[in-house]
């Protein structure tokens, strides 16, 4: 699948066993005279969230479809996009085909999370992985602390159900290594850790 033009990354759900770990970054400039005071300078507006992103394989299809998607990732130089695979947001009605315009519990989107482009992109994810994935155009918070219009660049199809619709902000990433590493275990299993590095605020407005 792709998304505005980049790969997605729907082949494989998130592997969350054992410990997980999301550190953020920020560059910035240390300016030191080396006799008075030190002061730095944030090369960012905002830190940069690194995610591990563990692709468990079972079978040579899955480690075929792994090893195909690394490899079109040239390293760090082609980005994509995930979801997060939990719920970021959560719709408070069904959103039913045709509909524009997602009512979703109120989180404080309107306000602390939009525009920001790193959070306009969602995918709508049902059992089984079937994904839809939409751009927020616009946002409005009624004042009652309860729930917050999102406006979608295009209409949905089919219904996506309020009970079983996981809604995920979408990602832009690239990986943060050059190198991936894969970890064989018995029984042609094959598993490897993707290090995730945002590029929020790099992402299509």
Not at 43 to 68: D, I, N
Not at 145 to 161: G, K, M, R
Request: glycine share 8%; charged share 20%; hydrophobic share 40%.
């Amino acid at each position: 699948m792709t998304y505005l033009g980049l790969d997605v990354l729907d082949q494989a759900a998130h592997n969350r066993r054992g410990v997980f770990q999301d550190d953020s970054q920020r560059a910035f400039d240390l300016l030191d005279t080396g006799t008075g005071t030190r002061s730095s300078d944030a090369r960012g507006s905002a830190p940069t969230p690194v995610r591990p992103f563990l692709w468990t394989c079972v079978g040579r299809s899955a480690v075929a479809a792994l090893r195909a998607f690394v490899h079109a990732r040239r390293g760090r130089a082609v980005p994509f996009w995930v979801p997060t695979y939990q719920r970021d947001l959560t719709l408070a009605t069904d959103l039913v085909s045709g509909a524009s315009t997602a009512t979703v519990l109120w989180v404080g989107y309107t306000q602390h999370l939009f525009p920001n482009t790193g959070r306009r992109h969602l995918a709508f994810i049902q059992p089984g992985g079937t994904m839809l994935l939409r751009k927020v155009t616009g946002a409005t918070d009624p004042g009652t602390a309860t729930t917050e219009d999102l406006a979608l660049d295009s209409a949905v199809s089919p219904t996506q159900p309020a009970a079983t619709t996981i809604l995920s902000f979408l990602r832009l990433c690239r990986l943060e290594s050059d190198e991936v590493v894969l970890e064989w275990g018995s029984r042609g299993t094959c598993e490897a850790t993707l290090h995730l590095h945002d590029l929020g605020m790099e992402a299509p407005a």
